[in-house]
């Protein structure tokens, strides 16, 4: 049996694992109990779903107790089976064949989503602004159903957040840090996506300028959006947001 522990998203991540034959010994913040921590250094592997809080502890944890650590994406099902596959590396055959298992029995699931969606979402461009691991973490399950990632940026990042960043963008993708509501109006004013997502904050500036949003924080009004059943959910809201029939009635600045 595989230990390991695990920071955010805790409970769609925990079915997959488990899934796979592995253990969950800790959990890592939100779920977790005093009892959980006390067993946290005997954990064969650690899984960071939320870098910028748990990625501190995972290293202290490498140097003091030798225990590795791994970045894993449970968003889009490339990115999925990607991570499933990476964890089952780290354990013995029979946990990697169940990851091949577990990878089969849900691909019916995610084909019929983006058979449904993919057309209706195709080539659209989007521009991300949010917090924690979601500027790079959400751009392969846009790209599951045919859409471009344009432009990301984080709000409190690091510059190791930014050279993760740069395995999951294209060349050319306009990368921003930090920026003030103004600067990104004029981000996407100049870059001209087709749907941004971000944070409450920037809702109602984008929705009134007539450019589709959609909150990626997605626990606030929907979600989840992690897992095989979360992709499903945010195929689903991705479309409500960018044809709806409400964007008939007013023009992005750049469409008047």
Known sequence: IGDYNIGGDAWSSRILLEEMGLRVIAQWSGDGTL??????????????????????????????????WLEYNFFGPTKIEESLRAIA???????????????AKYKALTDAV??????????????LFVGGLR??????????????????????????????????????TLIYDDVTGFEFEKFVEKVQPDLV????????????????????????????????DGFAIFARDM?????????????????K
């Not at 790079?136 to 859409?147: K, Q, S």
């Not at 479309?239 to 469409?255: E, F, H, Q, R």
């Open 35 to 68: 009892a959980e921590l006390e067993k946290t250094p005997k954990a064969k592997l650690n899984l960071i779903h939320c870098y910028r809080s748990m990625n501190y502890i995972s290293r202290h944890m490498e140097e003091k107790y030798n225990i590795p």
């Open 89 to 103: 590396a780290h354990f013995d055959d029979t946990i990697k064949a169940n990851a091949e298992r577990v990878i």
């Open 114 to 127: 983006i058979a449904k969606y993919r057309p209706r979402l195709e080539g659209k461009k989007v521009m």
């Open 135 to 172: 500027p790079r973490h959400v751009i392969g399950a846009y790209e599951d159903l045919g859409m471009e990632v344009v432009g990301t940026g984080y709000e409190f990042a690091h510059n190791d957040d930014y050279q993760r960043t740069t395995h999951y963008v294209k060349d050319g």
């Open 197 to 228: 997502g971000s944070g409450i904050k920037e809702k109602y500036v984008f929705q009134k300028m007539g450019v589709p949003f959609r909150q990626m924080h997605s626990w606030d009004y929907s979600g989840p959006y992690h897992g095989y």
């Open 239 to 255: 479309d409500m947001a960018i044809n709806s029939p409400v964007w008939g009635l007013t023009k992005a600045p750049w469409k």
